[in-house]
């Protein structure tokens, strides 16, 4: 039997793990975080199973490895809350890098329309037999640009969906790819240029804060902002004093720096106390959902039949295709032991 301990658990997560585990695994669901404080609710456990929020840095997974875990299976594809290096040659860690692309794109599409036409503004005016129309101008999607910034697998369903709608379409990725349905510019020029901007990259030391008061100034005036990629891409603060100056005509906000304190919870009732968040929440032109562009039902039965997969893969000795790559060869360790072994170590 292959004990497990699962944080950050919903009822979402019980009800897809639990269709999907059968008798060879055992699953502790624990709601709260993973953090130095709450480590040693994996004592006696094989595996930890995490979500983006919780704590996995070089403390927290050298306490794990004295717990004798000895896998750490992220349910998500991100792994930027992850220290992977410290946990090169202790714990392998093993992540889902793809489970629904089409959900987190269908959503920031979404979040871009339901912002652009008022949809949540007129949804509260007819429940109250209020059928103003006024102050509910948008503007056609078809003709405008949009520009994405990251343009892999979320990138691209966004960006066929944007090209569906007419749009002109620029991208920018780091590591371009070939069969993209969108113009490949330099960051400079989709900054520029565009009258949407999307993020779809992940969050690495080099992109932290990619839009951010000088960014900002290069765009155009009225700019709308998605972000449904990670919150530390955007510099909050300088967002806000977009938004206050004029110069952001929207921001869609699936994800916020600051999330980890907030999100997933339900904290109506409490004082905010994060007094960015509380101002942007409070700005006529910004929609926050709360890290939930994931949350369909495809991509939950696929983050739970991957991890469960992963697991079971590590268990049974078999190649880690889904372990996250420490790129051991472009260090001080040689050759890459994945490509020869399966397994980076
Ligand atoms: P992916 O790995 O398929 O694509 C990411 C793309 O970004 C790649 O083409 C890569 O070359 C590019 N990239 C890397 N660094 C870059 C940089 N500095 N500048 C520009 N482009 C860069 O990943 P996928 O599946 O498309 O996911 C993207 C991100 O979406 C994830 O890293 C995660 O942060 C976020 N995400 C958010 C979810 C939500 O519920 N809001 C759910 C799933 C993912």
Redesign the pocket.
């Known amino acids: 039997m292959i004990k497990a301990v699962m944080f950050d658990t919903k009822p979402y997560d019980i009800e897809s793990f639990d269709k999907v585990i059968g008798d060879d695994i055992e699953i502790n669901y624990y709601e709260t975080k993973l953090d130095r404080r709450t480590a040693e609710l994996a004592r006696g456990c094989d595996v930890v199973i995490t979500f983006v929020n919780d704590v996995l840095d070089g403390e927290v997974i050298a306490r794990l490895a004295t717990l004798d875990v000895k896998l750490i299976a992220l349910r998500?594809?991100?792994f930027?809350n992850v220290d992977f290096k410290a946990a090169y040659g202790k714990i392998h860690i093993v992540r889902v890098?793809?489970y629904s692309?089409h959900a987190?794109a269908e959503h920031t599409m979404a979040m871009l329309l339901t912002s652009l036409r008022r949809i949540h503004k007129a949804y509260n005016r007819t429940r109250d037999f209020n059928f103003s129309i006024a102050g509910f101008t948008g503007f056609d999607l078809y003709g405008r640009t949009v520009g994405v910034?990251?343009?892999?697998?979320?990138?691209r369903a966004f960006i066929d969906i944007c090209n569906g709608f007419g749009m002109r379409v620029l991208a920018?990725?780091?590591?371009p790819?070939e069969g993209v349905n969108a113009e490949f510019v330099e960051l400079d020029k989709l900054i520029s240029e565009s009258d949407i901007i999307s993020l779809?990259?992940?969050?690495?030391e080099?992109?932290y804060h990619?839009i951010d008061g000088d960014s900002i100034s290069r765009m155009k005036d009225g700019v709308y902002i998605l972000n449904?990629?990670?919150g530390a891409l955007i510099d909050a603060e300088s967002l806000l004093e977009g938004i206050k100056s004029k110069k952001i005509g929207a921001a869609c906000l699936?994800?916020y720096e600051e999330e980890s304190d907030v999100f997933f919870d339900d904290r109506s009732g409490h004082i905010l106390q994060d007094d960015t968040l509380a101002r942007l929440l409070s700005m006529p032109n910004v929609l926050v959902t709360s890290?939930?562009?994931?949350?369909t039902e495809e991509a939950l039965a696929g983050i739970a039949e991957t991890t469960v997969a992963n697991i079971r893969a590590f268990f049974g000795g078999e190649k880690l295709v889904n372990e996250i790559c420490y790129h051991c060869s472009d260090g001080d360790v040689g050759e890459c032991k994945k490509q020869r072994g399966g397994r980076c170590f």
């Not at 779809?200 to 690495?204: E, G, N, R, S, V």
């Not at 890290?291 to 949350?295: N, V």
């Open positions: 998500c594809a991100g930027n890098p793809a692309p987190v910034i990251g343009a892999g697998k979320i990138g920018y990725d780091k590591y790819g779809h990259c992940p969050l690495t080099e992109n990619i449904t990629s990670r699936d994800v890290h939930q562009a994931f949350l």
